[in-house]
Structures are given as C-alpha cells and as structure tokens.
C-alpha cells in the first residue's frame, strides 16, 4: 500500500457525521478498534492462504494464483466480514443503519469502485502481502473521490484525492505474514526436496528450530491425510522419533507447553509446534523428566 495522506474526515468534512456513524456501528460490533484489527488480520490470512491451499496445489504464494483465485479473494473477504461483523445483504454487499455499503478488498494499493457504489458509503480493505500489514477504511464513493478513467466494466479507482477522504479504522496494523516469505528460497527448496511426508516434516524441523510452525505449515510440508500421526512418536518412525534420534526435540504448543517455558522457548499456540536442539546437558536431563529422551547418532545424550 502506498504512502497514505492524513485524512480530512473530521468535524465539518461533508462526510463526517455519516462515516463516524457506521464506523462506531463497526468497531462496536467487533468488540472495539483493537478486536477489529485482530480479527481483520486473521480472517485476511486465512481467507488468502485457503485459496492458496498449499497443502494440496504446493503452491506457496498469492503471486501463484489464477486470475480467477485472486478475484475470489475479494468474495471470500466480503463473505467473511459480514460475517465476524454480523452483518446481513443489502442492495449493495451489506447494509449498516440503514445505509446500502459495498465493500470492496485489494491486494495491491487501489480499489475498483463499481457504478451502483458511486455515491454510497464503501468499506476499503486491503491486505499488503510483502509487508504483511493490513488496511480498512470508510469512504463515500463520490465521483470526485475517483479517478476520470475506468475500465471496460466501468469501474474507477480510488483518487489522491479520495485517498484522503478515507476514515481509517484500521491503518497499517501487521498480519501474519506468508511463512515461506519468511524462509530462505535455499531452505525452502531442502524443505520440499523429501521424497515422503516424515522427510519433509523432519527436514523442515531441522531447517527451522526455535521458532513456533503453524498447523497449516506441517500439513503444507507432509502432503498427506494422516499428518498428525507422522509428527507424533510413532513406534520409531514418526517425525517427533527421526528428530529425537538427531538430538533434537519437537514440542506441541497443546502438549509440551510447560517443557516449552520451561527451555525459555517461544510461547507456541495448542496449534503450533517448535523443535529446538537442547543447548546444555541440563536441558537434556529436563526434557528427559518431561518423558522426552534423546539419543542416537548425532544427538547431545548419544
């Protein structure tokens, strides 16, 4: 998203009176400004990584998706919204005291405003994938918020001009990043090179230790039905029994949380999972009280 200009929506603006109404309708039926960001953040990662769907495409990013995939993104954003904010159909997307409001979502740094949104209220989301900040605003479609031009459906950006007529409720707030935006191309590709779902799960836990992996993440790196089973011990041929051999653990944020604080690691949630290599023959002997040997080739205890 751009540089974005101070907006002129305050006391005296035409607009003013209008878009502080819905936006205090909003932000109530969310729970607050700070709820609202939260839970904008998260439904944006999940509706754009559930198209993405690297579990079962191996696709591990927006810019690989179809034309098609992307302009749902902006549907599944509209579903979702109404949603979390209870909100029911109206004329246009949604309806709020009264108002008809077309809500309309992007994923670079402008939006296309369709002819019936011309002159109503509109809710502005955006979602920043490189710089994993996320964006709404309320705006007045006006015709001199917009650009002159159009394209052949007749919609019209967003102007410089516009741009400082949005009421921002939610302005730069982070979101959870893409993860393979977070890894080396080089770690990636050793992540992927296993030939079944316990090398790539061990290898990934090799790669990337201290740090909590999402649920979503493992089940991208195993490709296969039964993911769970492989990264519990599993009569030794789990993911959880190839890492302990090496001398590293893999912990549950569900099960191992106490081992987890207790190492001084990273507070996972009952959905992730973190590895680590105990730095110290302590550490090793803690693991062990928690039910956790290690041994074997490679490993600190061998």
């Known amino acids: 998203m751009k540089a974005i200009p101070v907006s002129q929506v305050a006391p005296g603006h035409p607009d003013h009176a209008l878009l502080s109404a819905i936006a205090g309708d909003i932000t109530a039926r969310a729970g607050g400004r700070a709820a609202l960001a939260d839970k904008l953040a998260a439904m944006l990662r999940a509706c754009i990584d559930d198209v993405i769907m690297t579990a079962k495409t191996g696709r591990r990013s927006y810019d690989e998706l179809e034309k098609t995939e992307k ?9 979702e ?49 490189v710089q994993a900040r996320c964006y709404m605003g309320l705006i007045v479609a006006r015709a001199d918020h917009l650009t002159a031009g159009q394209n052949k459906d007749a919609k019209r950006s967003v102007s410089a001009h516009g741009f400082a007529q949005i009421l921002w409720l939610v302005e730069r707030h982070p979101y959870p990043p893409n993860f393979w ?25 090799r790669e990337i230790q201290r740090r909590p992996i999402a649920r979503d993440v493992v089940e991208a790196v195993a ?26 653990l893999l912990l549950s944020g569900q099960y191992d949380a106490a081992l987890i604080a207790e190492l001084g690691l990273r507070t996972c ?34």
């Open 81 to 129: 919204l109404r949603a979390l904010l209870g909100l029911k159909r109206g004329r246009l997307d949604t309806e709020i005291l009264g108002h008809d409001v077309d809500i309309k979502h992007t994923m670079g740094a402008n939006w296309m405003i369709p002819t019936e949104a011309v002159d109503q209220p509109c809710i502005v989301v955006a979602a920043d994938e």
């Open 181 to 205: 935006r977070t890894v080396d191309p080089d770690t990636v590709a050793r992540i992927f090179a296993g030939d079944t779902g316990n090398a790539r799960m061990a290898q990934l836990f």
């Open 223 to 248: 490709r296969q039905r039964d993911f769970m089973r492989r990264i519990r011990s599993d009569k030794g041929r789990g993911t959880r029994d190839i890492l302990a051999r090496e001398g590293v």
């Open 269 to 302: 949630g009952p959905s992730e999972f973190i590895a680590c290599r105990p730095a110290s023959a302590a550490q090793i002997d803690l693991a062990a009280r928690h039910g956790l040997a290690l041994g074997g080739k490679g490993s600190p205890a061998g």
């Open 71 to 79: 302009t749902y993104i902006g549907t599944r954003v509209e579903i």
